[in-house]
């Protein structure tokens, strides 16, 4: 069995352990376990020829997450930064590890590390290509139930936050993605058009 794909059976088992639960064409899945297969998804159809740590970041991306909720953080903009902080730790100690279990080196590790972490975005290409891939997951699975729990005026500013951290191809591959009409109105409203 290759590396990668021992790594991704590792990841999914501590994902399987979510107890938050969501339905999705008949089944039911382990939250995280699903996003975790959704973020591959995306990614194997947006960046075909991805290179082993980015496919090994977006599998990853959020794992163990709700080890850390967002209650446990005051809920203001400074709670949920330090949140997102924290998460991104978290999840790099996690995916380390499992990593070093599986016989990464080094080099690997810190090339997922450096893409959890999110840095360099608009200027290294996979960092751009694994959030473009995070918010194509987002607006196809998430928007709605997301825009039905928070006011409208939230939900807009939160889908311009999301578009303007999306390369060009990004964008041009949401508006391809087959989302609700609800869904497609409320983009259309948050970018101006």
Not at 12 to 19: F, G, I, L
Not at 76 to 104: C, M, P, Q
């Amino acid at each position: 069995m290759s590396k990668i794909v021992k790594a991704f059976e590792l990841f999914d088992e501590q994902n399987a352990h979510d107890p938050n639960k969501e339905h999705f064409k008949g089944k039911v899945y382990p939250k995280e376990l699903l996003y975790s297969m959704r973020m591959t998804d995306r990614l194997n159809e947006y960046a075909p020829n991805a290179n082993d740590s980015l496919q090994l970041a977006a599998r990853c991306q959020h794992i163990c997450r709700w080890k850390i909720p967002r209650e446990s953080y005051d809920m203001d903009r400074t709670g949920y930064l330090r949140w997102r902080n924290d998460l991104k730790k978290f999840h790099v100690e996690v995916a380390s590890e499992i990593l070093k279990k599986v016989g990464y080196g080094d080099e690997t590790i810190s090339q997922v590390r450096f893409l959890l972490e999110k840095k360099q975005l608009k200027k290294n290409e996979d960092t751009q290509t694994l959030e473009d891939v995070i918010c194509l997951v987002f607006l196809e699975h998430y928007l709605e139930p997301f825009a039905e729990r928070h006011p409208e005026e939230k939900v807009i500013q939160i889908l311009q936050k999301t578009w303007s951290k999306m390369s060009g191809k990004g964008q041009k591959a949401a508006l391809g993605l087959a989302m609700s009409k609800k869904s497609f109105s409320i983009i259309n409203k948050a970018l101006g058009s």
